[in-house]
Structure formats: structure tokens, C-alpha cells
């Protein structure tokens, strides 16, 4: 190609060679150009292909980064809140096991290894198919040469009290000293007066320690108890086995061991009032008329809306005739007297037996002074085993501290 340049209106030339190519492939004519022209395009796109691939590597790597802390930020959140939430779980645990001085533990403690042993035999049965079966016949296996027993140590403390039957020979001081517990604990805690009195074959009730087993009534206070039995309140509620909590509330029917207390001595029975007398009840004299239908203590004496007195004895202990008579009512009061017993006596007295827990006696039958006719305990209106005693002249009641001995 021949390009014309004109210069001070004189013409040059200059002559400029442009080389052409025959792309036979496409068929078209292109410029070709100069061998170094090319390697400098191609230096120089690859120069922009680097710039842009690092461009592109950076802000890459700087999304990573970002992207790496953003996460590595979240997992620590959860990671926290879930420590947090074992950290609830264990408080709500630990709460609810030392709830009342731990009462739920043992429960707890007992479910959480049913529910490991059920998972065992689960877990176990699923793998039993891939053993093979062996055959462990008598023959094949050694016996034993002693045979197993479970040791129990000695020095254990027990929680509850325990039953004993009575063998031949033995004695309460023999029972007590075997259980490590104080003769007039065993007294205490089976009504016993008398160390004679037990015979083989009687059942005894056996506290853990030496003290009362008292059994709460509504409206009893541990302090009252404690008071009551010359013992420590706190050792009362800190004995392990009372399940007393922290507020220190006793539950009714509850059995409350006292570690140290002491049966308060019975209320004397007077043989009659000394002070002025207590009209309607009729006061008759001769003293030692009727002999005591009980052996206890004087729970209540008589007065113008009670006129009986009630005697406290152990539950199932005998109920005597105070004098020699014919049983005229011999059943159920529909007055709240529960089991009830009336005695018809010739020189027109009569004898009442009130709150039994058995009879022995039916109505018509004759009874002889000292004999049975029914045994302690709580029928119909009462609070704790007692026997409420009336005695009546010619309909009239009668203080009976006037005619007993």
C-alpha cells in the first residue's frame, strides 16, 4: 500500500508494507503482523490476566477470612450456650435431687440404673445373634466350691424399724444388747412395762437407734417433739433417714425417728378429785369399787362435757372387766364410740368401754372381774389408741376416779 504525504506543497512518498495473510481454515484475509508486536500483546494480556487473577485470589481470600472468623464466632456462641444449657440441666438436677433433703435421690438413683440395664439388655440383644452359641453343660463347667453368699457389713446403719420374733430364752436386755439399741427403747417402742412380760413367739418392733419412734399427728411440730422427748431438734432433723426438709414441716403418719429422746413418765392417776365437786357428774364414794379395765396413762380427766376419763395404752394391749357384771351392748356405736362395750354390774352400776379395736365379748354373756373383753385402740371419733372409761349409777354418770383404787 503506498500512502501520499504532502509537505510545503511538495509531495512525499512513503511507502509502508502491510502484510497479508490467507486464513485458508476461515478463508479470510488478516494483517499479520510483526513477530515481536505479538509477543508484546501476549505479555501484555497475560500481564492482565495475572492482575486480575490476583485481584481475584485477594479478594478471595479475603472473603475466607471473613467468612472463617464469622463462623469460627457462631460456633463459639454455640458452643457457650450450650455449655449454659448443661449448666441449667445440672442445676435443675441437683435442685430437684435435694429437694427435701434429698427424698427424690434414692428414686432417681434407682431409675437412672433401670433405665442403663434396660439399655444394656436392648443393646445386648442386638449384637446376640452374631455369637455363636456355646454349649456350657454341667460337665464342662467347674463347681463351685463354696457357695455364695452377700456379706452385709456389720456396722450399716438401718433406716427402718425391724420385726423380731421372740425365741426361747430370750430377754429384752438379751434383744437389745444383739441390736445395739437401749433396753428401754425396746420398752418404748412396744408398750412394754414389765421386762417379763414378753413370751416366745411375740413380735417385737426394733428401732434403728436408741430413742422413740413417734408417729406424727396433724399439728405436731418438730420443736414440740423434741420437747417433748428431751432430744435435740437438730439432730432430729438432721437424722438421714427422717427425710425432713428444709422448711422443717412434718408430714401426718409420718414416722419420725427422735436419736436420744425419752418417753416422758405418765400422767399419775389420782385416785379422786380433791377439790370441789363438778356437778352434773355424780361423785360416789367408796374408793376402790372397780379395779382399772387398763394399765396407762390418764390422757383426760373427767369433766361437765366429758364425763369419762381416757386412758393411753399401746394399740392391741387387753381391755378388762372392772367388776363383775353381765355384757348388756356388745358392737358398733353409731355415736362415735366405735367398738363398744356396756356392763350391767349387780349393785346397779354400769361400766362403759369406748374406741376398741377388737371385742371379746357378745351381749348376754356373764364376765368375771379382770377378764378380757376386747383390746386397745382407735374406733370411731378418737386421736391415738386410748380407752375412753365411763362409769354410771342408776343412769347418772359417775366420776370414775372416785371408785377406782
Known amino acids: 500500500m503506498t500512502k501520499i504525504e504532502e509537505s510545503e506543497g511538495n509531495y512525499s512518498y512513503s511507502t509502508t508494507i502491510f502484510p497479508y495473510e490467507l486464513d485458508f481454515v476461515s478463508d479470510e484475509i488478516r494483517v499479520s503482523t510483526p513477530l515481536t508486536s505479538r509477543i508484546i500483546k501476549i505479555v501484555q494480556r497475560l500481564a492482565l490476566a ?17 467468612f472463617s472468623a464469622i463462623y469460627l464466632r457462631f460456633i463459639q456462641r454455640r458452643a457457650v450456650g450450650f455449655v449454659y444449657f448443661l449448666e441449667t440441666i445440672k442445676d435443675t438436677m441437683v435442685s430437684v435431687l435435694m429437694w427435701r433433703r434429698g427424698f427424690l435421690f434414692r428414686p432417681t438413683t434407682h431409675g437412672g440404673i433401670l433405665i442403663l440395664v434396660s439399655l444394656a ?5 442386638l449384637f446376640r445373634s452374631g455369637v455363636t452359641s456355646q454349649d456350657f453343660s454341667r460337665d464342662q463347667v467347674l463347681a463351685a466350691e463354696n457357695t455364695p453368699v452377700t456379706l452385709i457389713p456389720d456396722d450399716r446403719p438401718r433406716s427402718e424399724v425391724i420385726k423380731y420374733k421372740v425365741a426361747k ?16 427403747t425396746v420398752k418404748w417402742a412396744n408398750g412394754i412395762e414389765d421386762a417379763d412380760e414378753i413370751l416366745p413367739g411375740d413380735t417385737l418392733n426394733i428401732p434403728p437407734v436408741s430413742g422413740i419412734v413417734h408417729k406424727v399427728k396433724k399439728g405436731e411440730t418438730l420443736a414440740a417433739l423434741a420437747k417433748k422427748y ?5 439432730t432430729v432433723a438432721t437424722y438421714p433417714f427422717n427425710y425432713i426438709d428444709d422448711t422443717l414441716a412434718l408430714r401426718t403418719g409420718q414416722k419420725l425417728i427422735i436419736p436420744g429422746g425419752k418417753m416422758p ?7 379422786g378429785p380433791s377439790g370441789p365437786r363438778n356437778y352434773p357428774i355424780f361423785y360416789a364414794g367408796g374408793s376402790g369399787l372397780f379395779s382399772w379395765p387398763v394399765a396407762g ?31 348388756v ?4 356405736s353409731n355415736l362415735g364410740f366405735g367398738n363398744y362395750v356396756v356392763i350391767q354390774h349387780p ?12 371385742l371379746t365379748s357378745a351381749t348376754g354373756k356373764t364376765v368375771s372381774k379382770g377378764q378380757q373383753i376386747g383390746t386397745i385402740g382407735c374406733t370411731g371419733f378418737c386421736t391415738g389408741s386410748h380407752l375412753h372409761y365411763e362409769v354410771k349409777r342408776s343412769g347418772s354418770f359417775v366420776n370414775p376416779l372416785s371408785v377406782l383404787p
Do not use: C, F
Open 50 to 66: 495475572g492482575k486480575a487473577l490476583s485481584i481475584t485470589s485477594l479478594k478471595i481470600s479475603w472473603e475466607s477470612l471473613t
Open 121 to 125: 439388655l436392648v443393646i445386648g440383644s
Open 169 to 184: 430364752g430370750d430377754t429384752l436386755s438379751k434383744v437389745a444388747s444383739v441390736y445395739k439399741i437401749s433396753l428401754d
Open 230 to 234: 428431751k432430744a435435740n431438734a437438730q
Open 265 to 271: 413418765p405418765p400422767t399419775p392417776l389420782p385416785s
Open 297 to 327: 396413762s390418764l390422757n383426760q380427766s373427767p369433766s361437765w362435757w366429758h364425763p369419762a376419763i381416757d386412758i393411753g395404752a399401746p394399740y392391741g394391749r387387753p381391755v378388762t372387766a372392772s367388776a363383775a357384771g353381765k355384757v
Open 329 to 332: 351392748v356388745s358392737g358398733w
Open 347 to 358: 349393785n346397779g352400776y354400769s361400766t362403759h368401754y369406748a374406741h376398741m379395736a377388737a
